[in-house]
């Protein structure tokens, strides 16, 4: 099984990536958070294989989570789902190490595909 954390401050964002992931029969919603202060400490507490993480919450911002995240070695795998395609958004992602982002405008379509290929090990692949 994939574990999979959420960390997104919309709930009906949140029950629409759960549903497109619980989808697959592999793949398990371990935990969700609706602020970047509780996604961080989701990922410390459950260790799950890949976090979704939204790059705007409240309280701390994605890039803020992932930055913490690397400061303690943590394994997780970032797969950043944004509304913002922006380039100098991009470039922060690819400076704090991102493993895979995509545009919540294309996750219908390579959200399942992107939380298996961090699983497996595959190498980053930034998807806009």
């Given at each position: 099984?994939?574990?999979?954390?959420?960390?997104?401050?919309?709930?009906?964002?949140?029950?629409?990536?759960?549903?497109?992931?619980?989808h697959s029969s592999?793949?398990?919603?371990?935990?969700?958070?609706?602020?970047?202060?509780?996604?961080?400490?989701?990922?410390?507490?459950l260790s799950p294989?890949?976090?979704?993480?939204?790059?705007?919450?409240?309280?701390?911002?994605?890039?803020?989570?992932?930055?913490?995240?690397?400061?303690?070695k943590s394994p997780?795998?970032?797969?950043?789902?944004?509304?913002?395609?922006?380039?100098?958004?991009?470039?922060?992602?690819?400076?704090?190490?991102?493993?895979?982002?995509?545009?919540?405008?294309?996750?219908?379509?390579?959200?399942?595909?992107?939380?298996?290929?961090?699983?497996?090990?595959?190498?980053?692949?930034?998807?806009?």
């Amino acid at each position: 099984m994939i574990r999979v954390a959420l960390a997104d401050d919309h709930s009906g964002i949140r029950t629409a990536i759960r549903c497109l992931l619980e989808h697959s029969s592999d793949i398990v919603v371990v935990g969700e958070a609706d602020n970047g202060h509780a996604a961080l400490q989701m990922a410390k507490e459950l260790s799950p294989d890949v976090l979704v993480l939204d790059i705007d919450m409240p309280g701390m911002s994605g890039l803020e989570v992932i930055n913490q995240l690397n400061l303690i070695k943590s394994p997780v795998c970032v797969l950043v789902l944004s509304a913002y395609a922006a380039y100098y958004r991009m470039s922060d992602m690819a400076a704090t190490k991102v493993a895979k982002y995509i545009e919540k405008k294309d996750a219908h379509i390579a959200l399942v595909d992107g939380v298996y290929e961090l699983a497996a090990g595959q190498q980053p692949l930034y998807t806009h």
